[in-house]
């Protein structure tokens, strides 16, 4: 009879630089959304995932701090979810041992995120880098997290998730992990530079102009959205009128997912506008949403403390979590004294 598990979400962003809306529409929104819902909650800011590449420490304990001001400014509640960082809670990088002894170099060779962020210099790729897979996958199991909120580009790690899972299960003849479900939906799930529709808005874009940062005032966030690249044509009515046109599609699309609604009920409503009339309704709205939550962040980082507290209680909770399934993997696999 197979294993019935708690319906428990686990997902997580990495400390390596400030949040942008790309962070914010394509996953904490959904963690809000997916939060008090039908499953139990787990959000962590995956440290030990941004130390892959180089990381200046200071920067890092700042960045985590802020984005654990962001989870909570944007509606995390920390009572409601567990929220921590994954380097207090030891048994992701305990377990992420078990799973590199699973997973196989063949797997991981084929990781498109690997082979896009190491570029052509792959030999000079840390360890660390190649392996993210297998300690991302222990991040999901450790908690036997059932459902996984992730963005597009993250599908296939998750995909690796679930072929760990079932090779462990296996070779071991249990049905102890489960096979993990990538949720993948809304309108703007992979959010496109505000310079270029054709590329993810990212913190690391050398133009500050192609992305909307968490921290951004109500003004910088109005001039970005004006400024936005666009093309001549007006706004069509039906989607198929947005093929070929990603700049148009960007912003219609972040519309849709700002105003919880469809790319589809937006087109019906601005079809036929020019982006002179439909820019305005875009930055007042996204004002509206976004400069509550950059005013709460930064009330937030003045209290860095009450930060940290927050963060080492959630380690605790999720180590409550994961420590017994640990011990589990650890008498499965053979381990003596677990």
Known sequence: MATTFTPRVFSGIQPSGGLTLGNYLGAIKRFVDMQGAEFETIYCMVDLHAITVWQDPADLRKNTRELCAGFIASGIDPESSVLFNQSQVPEHTQLGWIFNTVARMGWLNRMTQFKDKAGKNRENSSVGLFAYPALMAADI??????????????????????????????????????????????????????????????????????????????????????????????????????????????????????????????????????????????????????????????????????????????????????????KQTYEIVGMVGA
């Open 141 to 326: 199991l450790v908690y036997h997290a059932t459902h996984v909120p992730v963005g597009e580009d993250q599908k296939q790690h998750v995909e690796l998730t679930r072929d760990i899972a079932a090779k462990f299960n296996h070779d071991y003849g249990v049905d102890f992990f489960p096979v993990t479900e990538p949720v993948i939906e809304g309108a703007a799930t992979r959010v496109m530079s505000l310079r270029d529709g054709s590329k993810k808005m990212s913190k690391s874009d050398p133009s500050d102009m192609s992305r909307i940062n968490m921290t951004d005032d109500a003004d910088a966030i109005a001039q970005k959205i004006r400024k936005a690249r666009t093309d001549p044509d007006a706004l069509p009515s039906e989607v198929d009128g947005l093929k070929d046109r990603p700049e148009a599609r960007n912003l219609v699309n972040i519309f849709a997912a700002m105003n919880d609604s469809t790319v589809e009920a937006v087109l019906a409503d601005v079809g036929g506008k020019q982006f002179s009339e439909f820019k305005p309704l875009l930055a007042d709205l996204a004002v509206a949403k976004l400069s509550p939550i950059s005013s709460e962040m930064a009330r937030l980082m003045e209290h860095q403390d009450e930060i940290d507290k927050i963060l080492a209680r959630g380690a605790e909770r999720a180590r409550a979590l994961a420590a017994p399934i640990l």
